[in-house]
């Protein structure tokens, strides 16, 4: 994509080569920020880590840093702004977005979720942020234009920069179905050949793609669309100088020998991946992060000279006096004052309402992204045991994509919740027969580990040498099955087969959420 002809141009514009050499010696500086997968969190956690106010400071401090040595500074969100926290859902994320404006966001990637809400929100969400959404891959199917602008170039004193936005493909798989009425989303690869010509004739000096795809190692992305991996590793050598992304939700984080770090504490040294003369760097999720890649522009030739994942106020438990406690990995960041007295507000709002007391639990349901859609876990299990039970279905299934968070023993409140199953779904059932069920299942059950598709399961469905059995006993093909699920899923959600219009199906009108605390209280 980019052809570096700048010598030539620079010729032209000066009276000498010799004029034009010296302004290609100059060396120019350029530090990106980034963050992704914010997924509602502008305010700090119950252990006071992350939030937007801590993470202002931390830009702040790096802008005036590399101010001060004659740089340039871009900050970039990977997308995903929406769904996760009930402060921010309730008041469709509205303090995230007005707090990325008052953090000075430059651009961020369209992602998945950012179609959670109606395109009229989507559209007030952009004038809230004042940030541009960047899709070059998304098309509106009735007038096959593009919905979101390509790309942002940036002009900083001579420093050309574009920044192209991306968005994976499964957000029409993974998404609401009407999304397939609205939009076509393209091959992000064949995109970005497409723009080569109008980015070439605009002659950036750094030239990133920021994305909304994932980061699969060695782009094994099984069955989840492809990622920036693949996407580095399908166009020319050296098309993109960065991939920074979004959606996987990992700390991508390397040695400088390429190889990835097995182990990653926050405060690490880290090095992004590397594919076909690209970087590709993510920053996790929630806004733990801020991401800093710092490069330098000479002759051409775009360097990368610094990197880090940077923590924002995050703390490990640790044994104190005998006692465990949370303790900072790195020094605390202050929380700017300004972004407090903004986003408080919406804070007390939404809090004001769910925070309060459902039950005790005696030990951690576990939901994190990287345990529960990769492996059974307690909380998965409840989850289809409550839509089981409360349906007197026979089985019940839930995919690992809708569950968002965990639930720490102790006090569970009605926010805990909420965080776990931010969505609104409600419980729906369809009756089976033995032979349906078993080949609706082995749909069900090819998901691979780490997708949002990998099925949680009720505790009386087991897997016996690759046999279903429902309470110990195998699957009888004239059988008759109650099978209880996500109305989500049910529509095709997460890949799975659509059962939303089989004869037998009903939609209960239970709210997921609402099932799951009527559970945890009945058996706490």
């Given at each position: 994509?980019?052809?570096?002809?700048?010598?030539?141009?620079?010729?032209?514009?000066?009276?000498?080569?010799?004029?034009?050499?010296?302004?290609?010696?100059?060396?120019?500086?350029?530090?990106?920020?980034?963050?992704?997968?914010?997924?509602?969190?502008?305010?700090?956690?119950?252990?006071?880590?992350?939030?937007?106010?801590?993470?202002?400071?931390?830009?702040?401090?790096?802008?005036?840093?590399?101010?001060?040595?004659?740089?340039?500074?871009?900050l970039l969100s990977g997308g995903d702004i929406n769904t996760g926290v009930p402060e921010s859902d309730m008041q469709y994320a509205k303090?995230?977005?007005?707090?990325?404006?008052?953090?000075?966001?430059?651009?961020?990637?369209?992602?998945?979720?950012?179609?959670?809400?109606?395109?009229?929100?989507?559209?007030?969400?952009?004038?809230?942020?004042?940030?541009?959404?960047?899709?070059?891959?998304?098309?509106?199917?009735?007038?096959?234009?593009?919905?979101?602008?390509?790309?942002?170039?940036?002009?900083?004193?001579?420093?050309?920069?574009?920044?192209?936005?991306?968005?994976?493909?499964?957000?029409?798989?993974?998404?609401s179905s009407t999304l397939k009425q609205k939009y076509i989303i393209n091959d992000p690869s064949q995109e970005v050949l497409k723009l080569?010509?109008?980015?070439?004739?605009?002659?950036?000096?750094?030239?990133?793609?920021?994305?909304?795809?994932?980061?699969?190692?060695?782009?094994?992305?099984?069955?989840?669309?492809?990622?920036?991996?693949?996407?580095?590793?399908?166009?020319?050598?050296?098309?993109?100088?960065?991939?920074?992304?979004?959606?996987?939700?990992?700390?991508?984080?390397?040695?400088?020998?390429?190889?990835k770090k097995e182990v990653f504490e926050p405060g690490d040294a880290c090095w992004p991946d590397r594919h076909n003369g690209t970087w590709?760097?993510?920053?996790?999720?929630?806004?733990?992060?801020?991401?800093?890649?710092?490069?330098?522009?000479?002759?051409?030739?775009?360097?990368?000279?610094?990197?880090?994942?940077?923590?924002?106020?995050?703390?490990?438990?640790?044994?104190?006096?005998?006692?465990?406690?949370?303790?900072?990995?790195?020094?605390?960041?202050?929380?700017?004052?300004?972004?407090?007295?903004?986003?408080?507000?919406?804070?007390?709002?939404?809090?004001?309402?769910?925070?309060?007391?459902?039950?005790?639990?005696?030990?951690?349901?576990?939901?994190?992204?990287?345990?529960?859609?990769?492996?059974?876990?307690?909380?998965?299990?409840?989850?289809?045991?409550?839509?089981?039970?409360?349906?007197?279905?026979?089985?019940?299934?839930?995919?690992?994509?809708?569950?968002?968070?965990?639930?720490?023993?102790?006090?569970?409140?009605?926010?805990?919740?909420?965080?776990?199953?931010?969505?609104?779904?409600?419980?729906?059932?369809?009756?089976?027969?033995?032979?349906?069920?078993?080949?609706?299942?082995?749909?069900?059950?090819?998901?691979?580990?780490?997708?949002?598709?990998?099925?949680?399961?009720?505790?009386?469905?087991?897997?016996?040498?690759?046999?279903?059995?429902?309470?110990?006993?195998?699957?009888?093909?004239?059988?008759?099955?109650?099978?209880?699920?996500?109305?989500?899923?049910?529509?095709?959600?997460?890949?799975?087969?659509?059962?939303?219009?089989?004869?037998?199906?009903?939609?209960?009108?239970?709210?997921?959420?609402?099932?799951?605390?009527?559970?945890?209280?009945?058996?706490?």
């Amino acid at each position: 994509m980019k052809i570096r002809l700048t010598l030539i141009t620079l010729v032209l514009a000066f009276s000498s080569a010799s004029d034009a050499e010296e302004v290609m010696n100059q060396e120019q500086y350029l530090t990106v920020l980034h963050t992704n997968d914010h997924h509602g969190r502008f305010w700090k956690d119950e252990r006071d880590q992350a939030g937007m106010a801590a993470r202002k400071t931390l830009i702040d401090s790096i802008r005036d840093e590399v101010a001060s040595k004659g740089g340039q500074t871009l900050l970039l969100s990977g997308g995903d702004i929406n769904t996760g926290v009930p402060e921010s859902d309730m008041q469709y994320a509205k303090p995230d977005f007005i707090g990325m404006k008052y953090l000075g966001y430059d651009a961020m990637a369209v992602g998945n979720h950012e179609f959670d809400v109606s395109y009229g929100i989507m559209n007030m969400q952009q004038v809230w942020s004042q940030v541009p959404f960047l899709s070059a891959n998304i098309y509106d199917k009735s007038t096959n234009e593009r919905s979101f602008a390509p790309y942002k170039l940036f002009d900083f004193d001579g420093l050309r920069v574009a920044v192209l936005g991306l968005t994976t493909t499964d957000t029409l798989k993974v998404g609401s179905s009407t999304l397939k009425q609205k939009y076509i989303i393209n091959d992000p690869s064949q995109e970005v050949l497409k723009l080569t010509k109008e980015l070439d004739a605009k002659s950036p000096d750094v030239v990133i793609a920021l994305t909304h795809m994932g980061h699969y190692v060695n782009g094994e992305h099984g069955s989840n669309a492809y990622g920036d991996v693949t996407l580095a590793n399908n166009l020319p050598n050296g098309t993109l100088d960065a991939i920074i992304g979004g959606h996987s939700q990992n700390a991508v984080c390397y040695q400088k020998n390429s190889r990835k770090k097995e182990v990653f504490e926050p405060g690490d040294a880290c090095w992004p991946d590397r594919h076909n003369g690209t970087w590709i760097m993510q920053a996790q999720e929630w806004g733990r992060f801020v991401g800093r890649a710092d490069f330098i522009i000479k002759e051409g030739v775009v360097e990368l000279i610094n990197y880090q994942l940077i923590p924002v106020n995050l703390k490990k438990k640790v044994k104190l006096d005998g006692n465990k406690k949370y303790v900072l990995y790195q020094n605390e960041i202050d929380q700017d004052e300004d972004i407090i007295s903004l986003l408080k507000p919406y804070y007390e709002k939404g809090n004001n309402l769910i925070n309060y007391r459902i039950t005790n639990i005696a030990q951690r349901l576990e939901g994190d992204r990287k345990v529960v859609r990769s492996q059974q876990t307690n909380l998965g299990n409840v989850i289809s045991d409550s839509m089981m039970v409360k349906t007197g279905a026979d089985l019940a299934i839930m995919n690992s994509g809708g569950i968002r968070d965990s639930i720490d023993e102790g006090e569970v409140t009605y926010r805990n919740i909420l965080k776990v199953l931010p969505w609104g779904n409600s419980i729906v059932t369809v009756e089976l027969s033995g032979s349906e069920l078993k080949t609706y299942l082995s749909e069900v059950l090819k998901k691979t580990p780490g997708s949002g598709g990998y099925v949680q399961r009720s505790t009386n469905f087991n897997l016996v040498d690759g046999e279903v059995t429902i309470d110990g006993k195998k699957l009888s093909p004239t059988n008759t099955y109650k099978l209880a699920l996500s109305s989500y899923a049910s529509r095709g959600g997460d890949g799975y087969p659509k059962l939303n219009k089989h004869p037998t199906y009903v939609d209960t009108g239970y709210l997921d959420a609402d099932v799951l605390k009527e559970f945890l209280i009945q058996n706490n």
